[in-house]
């Protein structure tokens, strides 16, 4: 056994067994390296040839984890009540328009899953196209990947995974009779597209190292040993995906790593042509393509690309006769500071959406008369979201408005009248008066003097006296911007007293792209010090203070988290870390993992690189852990996570066992039965959020049951 035995209230102790090994002329052992299964490839697929030992211990972890927050199980009932209490059981969203039909996901009271459904599109009876309840009876775990209908409406073909290994099966639905058919194709990343001729899906498979490498052709009805390889990516750092233009004239083929990209055409209607490059990979060059044409307009790509040194992005377009780049030509210019995050055409229309000073709006431009206007916000933060649907020749769109105090709202708006109809609004049973809350955004100062947006949410009532506890949530990887939106669940730490907070950190994009670039790479140190400075902010300006911040993160939000416990630690007073990548070093050394190579352009490739090795090595949270006291910690992994594999918190937790000299929590939960997303079912997943929050009112001292602060 890898385990020392121990009494209930006793943390586990991982045995030592040590791995000696060099890089670059640095000499390195790794005393926990046994928790990660020689057969983790078997595990993802079928978690129960997990090596016994190891299991033990992870059980045994979650044993004490269970123990030491049993006082908080009261509270966590109440939080999971509270949480499911705000949200609308028998809800639905709003019916998508695409030919005959209008398309919609509902849920039903109690239901864990959503239904996939339809109606004629002038209203009628609701048909059931896809009851994912039923599909996961008998089920631990179960998520639907893609799930679309074909152009004629007669088939819906979807993606599941029943492990949280996020290796999903397809099969199709004839709509018509209600009956599978006979096609099944496995292990494939989820991603399903028609051809036109109704008869035909792509899709993309995975390799053993769980990578998307192939794209396949699928014709009903025959069997998926008999698909077309239509594709087949050679170099294991990129990325591919497909999708479709919004005209439906081509299926697209997508191939990219972090700072590369590579685009195919394949014609939609023709779905054996051959595929057509767009242009050649070249380091740096970044775009994506869509399609615009007929009804007068001749037939042309417009592309989001940053060519020409085009940092925040530029819209370009070009014949589809003259693809090559020198083609190319400005339809929106470059303007540093804006960063251009999407693209979207319609027949008559390209409409953009833009962030700027970490806010973003929709700018709509009319393709025959080049006019444009803007729908943006007057709140200090909010997020704003957008959908142009199924259709390609429509003057409407669709798109969503919430702020961290206002319940999310849908509206379709007209382009031409530039009239707004709500069709949704969150609703939240249990009650919520936006006015009882404040949001605000406010910038705090960096080590080397950047303004770092700040939102905050927190109730009028609370003293903003330094005696408020904070959560302060941060991510800063991939350009991922964190919106400022609304969330029923952090509710139920602003009725306590808490202030929840959004620091919008390097290695985002909230403030374009160089605020990515700053944070990433050489210089990903930024974003755990402009983190670190946040917190520091909100102390010095008396809406807390230092030691009465609880920090959460997931997945490189999660490295960020063992970045900072490291590096200020009397800062905290309790660290969230879920799914976190905290091994970064090691795993960036194992090009075997599924997303080690194409990860290398963001954190740099330890094995070729001396200076990427030092960079990483400089602040991997598990390989700078040292003797000192830390803050309460609560880490949380997936068994079946093929994103951040389970032994990362389990190997960082058990390093800090061995070092840390203080007498705070220090608790690992490995969920057995998920992976990197937590719980499929919608309430399952708030009892997670409710053990995670109960975490944070006990070490935050808040523990009441009530919501009086």
């Given at each position: 056994?890898?385990t020392?035995?121990?009494?209930?209230?006793?943390?586990?102790?991982?045995?030592?067994?040590?791995?000696?090994?060099?890089?670059?002329?640095?000499?390195?052992?790794?005393?926990?390296a046994?928790?990660?299964a020689?057969?983790?490839?078997?595990?993802?697929?079928?978690?129960?040839?997990?090596?016994a030992?190891?299991?033990?211990?992870?059980?045994?972890?979650?044993?004490?984890?269970?123990?030491?927050?049993?006082h908080?199980?009261?509270?966590?009932?109440v939080?999971?009540?509270?949480?499911?209490?705000?949200?609308?059981?028998?809800?639905?969203?709003?019916?998508?328009?695409?030919?005959?039909?209008?398309?919609?996901?509902?849920?039903?009271?109690?239901?864990?899953?959503?239904?996939?459904?339809?109606?004629?599109?002038?209203?009628?009876?609701?048909?059931?196209?896809?009851?994912?309840?039923?599909?996961?009876?008998?089920?631990?775990?179960?998520?639907?990947?893609?799930?679309?209908h074909?152009?004629?409406?007669?088939?819906?073909?979807?993606?599941?995974?029943?492990?949280?290994?996020?290796?999903?099966?397809?099969?199709?639905?004839?709509?018509?009779?209600?009956?599978?058919?006979?096609?099944?194709?496995?292990?494939?990343?989820?991603?399903?597209?028609?051809?036109?001729?109704?008869?035909?899906?792509?899709?993309?498979?995975l390799?053993?190292?769980?990578?998307?490498?192939?794209?396949?052709?699928?014709?009903?009805?025959?069997?998926?040993?008999?698909?077309?390889?239509?594709?087949?990516?050679?170099?294991?750092?990129?990325?591919?995906?497909i999708?479709?233009?919004?005209?439906?004239?081509?299926i697209?083929?997508?191939?990219?790593?972090?700072?590369t990209?590579?685009?195919?055409?394949?014609?939609?209607?023709?779905?054996?042509?051959?595929?057509?490059?767009?242009?050649?990979?070249?380091?740096?060059?970044?775009?994506?393509?869509?399609?615009?044409?007929?009804?007068?307009?001749?037939?042309?790509?417009?592309?989001?690309?940053?060519?020409?040194?085009?940092?925040?992005?530029?819209?370009?377009?070009?014949?589809?006769?003259?693809?090559?780049?020198?083609?190319?030509?400005?339809?929106?210019?470059?303007?540093?500071?804006?960063?251009?995050i999407?693209?979207?055409?319609?027949?008559?229309?390209?409409?953009?959406?833009?962030?700027?000073?970490?806010?973003?709006?929709?700018?709509?431009?009319?393709?025959?008369d080049?006019?444009?206007?803007?729908?943006?916000?007057d709140?200090?933060?909010?997020?704003?979201g957008?959908?142009?649907?199924?259709?390609?020749?429509?003057?409407?769109?669709r798109?969503?408005?919430?702020?961290?105090?206002?319940?999310?709202?849908?509206?379709?708006?007209?382009?031409?009248?530039?009239?707004?109809?709500?069709?949704?609004?969150?609703?939240?049973?249990?009650?919520?008066?936006?006015?009882?809350?404040?949001?605000?955004?406010?910038?705090?100062?960096?080590?080397?003097?950047?303004?770092?947006?700040?939102?905050?949410?927190?109730?009028?009532?609370?003293?903003?006296?330094?005696?408020?506890?904070v959560?302060?949530?941060?991510?800063?990887?991939y350009?991922?911007?964190?919106?400022?939106?609304?969330?029923?669940?952090?509710?139920?730490?602003?009725?306590?007293?808490?202030?929840?907070?959004?620091?919008?950190?390097?290695?985002?994009?909230?403030?374009?792209?160089?605020?990515?670039?700053?944070?990433?790479?050489?210089k990903?140190?930024?974003t755990?010090?402009?983190?670190?400075?946040?917190?520091?902010h909100?102390?010095?300006?008396g809406?807390?203070?230092?030691?009465?911040?609880?920090?959460?993160?997931?997945?490189?939000?999660?490295?960020?988290?063992?970045?900072?416990?490291?590096?200020?630690?009397?800062?905290?007073?309790?660290?969230?870390?879920?799914?976190p990548?905290?091994?970064?070093?090691n795993?960036?050394?194992?090009?075997?993992?599924?997303?080690?190579?194409?990860?290398?352009?963001?954190?740099?490739?330890?094995?070729?690189?001396?200076?990427?090795?030092?960079?990483?090595?400089?602040?991997?949270p598990y390989?700078?852990?040292?003797?000192?006291?830390?803050?309460?910690i609560?880490?949380?992994?997936?068994?079946?996570?093929?994103?951040?594999?389970?032994?990362?918190?389990?190997?960082?937790?058990?390093?800090?066992?061995?070092?840390?000299?203080?007498?705070?929590?220090?608790?690992?939960?490995?969920?057995m039965?998920?992976?990197?997303?937590?719980?499929?079912g919608?309430?399952?997943?708030?009892?997670?959020?409710?053990?995670?929050?109960?975490?944070?009112?006990?070490?935050?001292?808040?523990?009441?049951?009530?919501?009086?602060?």
């Amino acid at each position: 056994m890898n385990t020392d035995s121990h009494s209930k209230l006793s943390p586990p102790v991982a045995t030592k067994q040590p791995i000696h090994a060099s890089h670059h002329g640095f000499e390195k052992t790794d005393n926990y390296a046994w928790l990660k299964a020689e057969n983790w490839q078997n595990v993802m697929q079928d978690p129960t040839v997990l090596d016994a030992g190891i299991r033990t211990y992870l059980e045994d972890e979650n044993a004490y984890m269970t123990s030491c927050l049993a006082h908080t199980e009261e509270l966590q009932e109440v939080l999971f009540d509270e949480m499911k209490g705000r949200i609308k059981e028998d809800d639905s969203s709003v019916p998508t328009p695409d030919g005959t039909y209008a398309y919609y996901v509902s849920y039903q009271t109690g239901s864990q899953y959503p239904r996939f459904c339809r109606h004629p599109r002038d209203g009628g009876d609701e048909t059931i196209l896809l009851d994912v309840n039923t599909l996961a009876e008998g089920q631990s775990y179960f998520q639907i990947g893609g799930a679309i209908h074909s152009p004629d409406h007669k088939y819906y073909a979807y993606a599941s995974d029943n492990k949280g290994s996020e290796y999903y099966t397809v099969e199709v639905l004839d709509l018509e009779t209600g009956n599978l058919l006979q096609d099944k194709i496995e292990n494939t990343n989820g991603n399903i597209v028609w051809a036109e001729d109704n008869k035909t899906l792509f899709y993309t498979k995975l390799d053993s190292n769980h990578r998307p490498k192939w794209v396949y052709r699928h014709t009903l009805n025959t069997p998926a040993s008999e698909d077309v390889l239509v594709y087949e990516e050679q170099d294991s750092g990129f990325f591919i995906r497909i999708g479709k233009t919004q005209s439906n004239r081509f299926i697209i083929i997508n191939a990219n790593d972090h700072q590369t990209s590579e685009a195919r055409l394949i014609d939609a209607h023709n779905p054996e042509s051959e595929m057509q490059l767009i242009s050649a990979r070249e380091h740096g060059h970044e775009y994506s393509i869509e399609h615009h044409g007929g009804g007068g307009f001749y037939d042309r790509l417009i592309i989001l690309t940053n060519k020409d040194d085009a940092e925040d992005f530029k819209i370009m377009e070009t014949p589809l006769s003259a693809l090559d780049k020198k083609n190319w030509s400005d339809i929106e210019y470059h303007r540093p500071g804006r960063l251009i995050i999407d693209a979207a055409v319609l027949k008559q229309y390209l409409i953009r959406i833009e962030r700027e000073n970490g806010l973003p709006r929709i700018v709509i431009r009319n393709w025959i008369d080049g006019e444009e206007h803007a729908i943006a916000f007057d709140e200090q933060a909010y997020s704003l979201g957008l959908s142009v649907g199924y259709e390609y020749d429509t003057e409407t769109i669709r798109f969503s408005y919430s702020s961290m105090t206002t319940p999310s709202q849908v509206y379709d708006y007209n382009i031409e009248t530039k009239e707004r109809v709500l069709r949704k609004t969150q609703e939240v049973p249990s009650g919520h008066n936006a006015d009882d809350y404040v949001t605000r955004r406010l910038y705090a100062k960096s080590h080397d003097n950047e303004d770092i947006p700040v939102s905050l949410l927190y109730k009028k009532d609370t003293p903003l006296d330094g005696t408020a506890p904070v959560l302060l949530y941060g991510y800063g990887s991939y350009g991922i911007a964190i919106p400022a939106s609304f969330s029923t669940t952090c509710l139920s730490l602003v009725n306590r007293g808490f202030i929840y907070a959004i620091a919008h950190i390097r290695g985002g994009k909230d403030k374009g792209y160089r605020w990515y670039r700053e944070g990433r790479g050489p210089k990903k140190i930024n974003t755990f010090k402009d983190f670190i400075s946040v917190g520091e902010h909100l102390a010095e300006e008396g809406l807390t203070s230092r030691g009465n911040i609880v920090a959460q993160g997931g997945s490189a939000g999660g490295m960020l988290m063992g970045a900072v416990a490291n590096m200020a630690p009397d800062l905290f007073r309790g660290i969230l870390a879920e799914v976190p990548f905290v091994d970064v070093l090691n795993t960036m050394l194992d090009d075997t993992l599924p997303l080690t190579p194409p990860e290398w352009p963001e954190w740099g490739n330890p094995i070729e690189s001396k200076e990427a090795y030092e960079t990483i090595v400089s602040y991997s949270p598990y390989d700078n852990v040292e003797a000192k006291a830390y803050p309460n910690i609560l880490a949380i992994g997936g068994l079946t996570d093929p994103r951040v594999t389970y032994w990362e918190p389990a190997k960082w937790v058990a390093k800090l066992r061995e070092y840390k000299t203080d007498e705070n929590l220090l608790l690992l939960k490995t969920n057995m039965e998920a992976g990197h997303g937590g719980a499929s079912g919608r309430f399952d997943r708030l009892k997670e959020v409710a053990l995670n929050y109960a975490f944070a009112l006990h070490v935050a001292g808040k523990i009441a049951l009530n919501t009086e602060t």
